[in-house]
């Protein structure tokens, strides 16, 4: 299967006139980056924003001697800094490749611009943020008010492929647990019944 193109990633946030999507094509550069570049870092200011064309990437933030992971995201993802993009600010997260990638770069001082002067891409922005919104208070109420096993179940009933790409280390981190409960998690899961799993 072909990768999508970065029409049909930027059509799926938010449907672009002809025009509209005509600007941001023209702003992206196609890179090949590899496993393990840090796309942004917690230390420094985004200039950029990568829409994942093929290939994962993570973002997490380092606490006392650990890593914890915030997100995955794989093919047609839209990867920014959002404190670099609404703020202007230093990152909080750093985000990483997990596997050599193939994106578009589109430098975030032209989207800004292109903000501005084009309503239907003002509106593209900001569904993207929405939808990272979204995101994080359901990634928040489920570490709140789920249990290791019930977020587990989660993220294999959602992002089953991220079993067969991600390092158990990055799932831990990802759910709030230590590998030590994952395993544990995991071995309960196998026994259980598949009617008590679903």
Wanted: no cysteine.
């Amino acid at each position: 299967m072909l990768p999508p193109t970065l029409a049909e990633i930027l059509q799926t946030t938010y449907p672009l006139p002809p025009a509209s999507l005509a600007q941001v094509l023209a702003l992206a550069e196609p890179v090949e980056l590899p496993k393990g570049t840090r796309l942004f870092r917690d230390d420094q200011l985004a200039q950029h924003v990568y829409v994942l064309q093929r290939g994962l990437a993570r973002a997490y933030a380092r606490r006392a001697e650990r890593e914890v992971t915030f997100w995955f995201s794989a093919e047609g993802a839209v990867l920014a800094s959002i404190r670099g993009y609404t703020q202007q600010a230093l990152s909080y997260e750093t985000i990483e490749l997990l596997e050599d990638s193939s994106l578009f770069r589109l430098p975030m001082a032209g989207l800004q611009q292109l903000y501005h002067t084009d309503v239907h891409l003002a509106n593209w922005g900001r569904v993207m943020v929405e939808r990272v919104w979204l995101q994080t208070e359901q990634q928040l109420i489920a570490r709140q008010f789920r249990t290791a096993a019930e977020r587990y179940a989660d993220l294999l009933q959602q992002s089953p492929h991220l079993l067969q790409r991600v390092a158990l280390g990055h799932i831990a981190s990802y759910l709030g647990i230590t590998q030590v409960t994952l395993s544990r998690v995991r071995a309960q899961l196998k026994k259980a019944p598949a009617s008590a799993r679903g």
